[in-house]
């Protein structure tokens, strides 16, 4: 039997790894979304598609008249952009072919999680999966919470004492510590990268241990993402997170980016609530899958 139209069509959809030539197809795909893009446009606007500066490799997915149409970055994480049901389709057979090299997937709930579908039983057991984390972005700086005066950027000479903080926060969130592998070696050293940019910041006590923290991870022209934020378990309750992150909030709006969001756990009802307060909405979710 001859195949159908529709057979023919998906048939002369394809993959291949994106280059240099494929730059500005793939930073429109990128900006259309920019909230919720924000950690994949950020590497692509900074090092471009070599896959040795990007970290990974940046798959596309063609229509059948030869249009970029999604994306999948793959590297520590594999994340899907722009990807409906036949992009995602293409995007595990090709994930299945080569073989569970990244340490998460995560992205957009839903192509998100017929990207795992598909991908399960051939790669494997997980470690945990999130299936709805709500993605949050805000315009506006804090209406009903005061920014925290005495959280500031953190120093290059403060590297050492911020980064208990970080660990305690990074091993919590994901549940293995950042030090395992390579002993801490590339987390130090990310760490490091965020300070000497100024996208770190952390209320300091008098005796220098770290209070609240947070940073912005991924920035672009048109949204930023705060990600990392702790607050010390001794000092939990004190509504230092509400505080502390309309602080910034702040600085983000002012220097950074005209949009602000994060993601969090649905589980998390005191840190939801609490970016409730400081003026966050949700606007879409993200599904992680952690190995």
């Not at 070599?50 to 059948?64: A, K, N, S, V, Y």
């Not at 793959?74 to 995602?88: H, I, K, R, S, T």
């Not at 940073?215 to 990392?228: F, L, R, Y």
Request: aromatic share 8%; glycine share 10%.
């Amino acid at each position: 039997m001859l195949p159908g139209p529709f057979q023919v069509a998906r048939a002369l959809a394809t993959t291949r790894i994106l280059d240099t030539a494929d730059l500005d197809a793939a930073l429109e795909i990128l900006h259309r979304d920019p909230v919720a893009n924000a950690f994949v446009a950020t590497r692509v606007e900074a090092v471009g598609l070599d896959p040795w500066r990007l970290g990974g490799e940046m798959w596309g997915w063609f229509d059948q008249d030869g249009r970029l149409g999604a994306l999948c970055y793959a590297g520590a994480n594999l994340v899907l952009v722009n990807a409906g049901p036949d992009a995602v389709r293409a995007f595990a057979e090709r994930a299945r072919r080569q073989g569970r090299r990244c340490s998460s997937i995560v992205g957009p709930a839903e192509p998100t999680a017929a990207l795992w579908a598909l991908l399960e039983r051939s790669w494997g057991t997980p470690r945990e999966v999130r299936a709805h984390q709500p993605l949050l972005a805000t315009t506006e700086p804090a209406a009903e919470v005061v920014p925290d005066p005495l959280v500031r950027r953190v120093g290059k000479n403060e590297i050492e004492a911020l980064m208990p903080a970080c660990v305690a926060m990074f091993t919590e969130e994901v549940g293995i510590s950042p030090l395992a592998g390579d002993g801490g070696l590339l987390y130090q050293a990310r760490v490091a990268e965020l300070v000497s940019s100024g996208r770190s910041f952390a209320r300091f006590s008098e005796d220098g241990e770290v209070l609240f923290k947070a940073e912005i991870g991924a920035v672009t022209a048109g949204a930023c993402q705060i990600q990392g934020v702790w607050v010390a378990p001794g000092h939990r309750g004190q509504r230092l997170s509400e505080s502390g992150m309309a602080a910034v909030l702040d600085f983000a709006l002012r220097e950074v980016a005209p949009v602000v969001s994060l993601y969090v756990n649905d589980y998390n009802v005191r840190a939801r609530a609490a970016y409730h307060r400081v003026g966050f909405r949700e606007v879409g979710a993200f599904m992680s899958v952690l190995f």
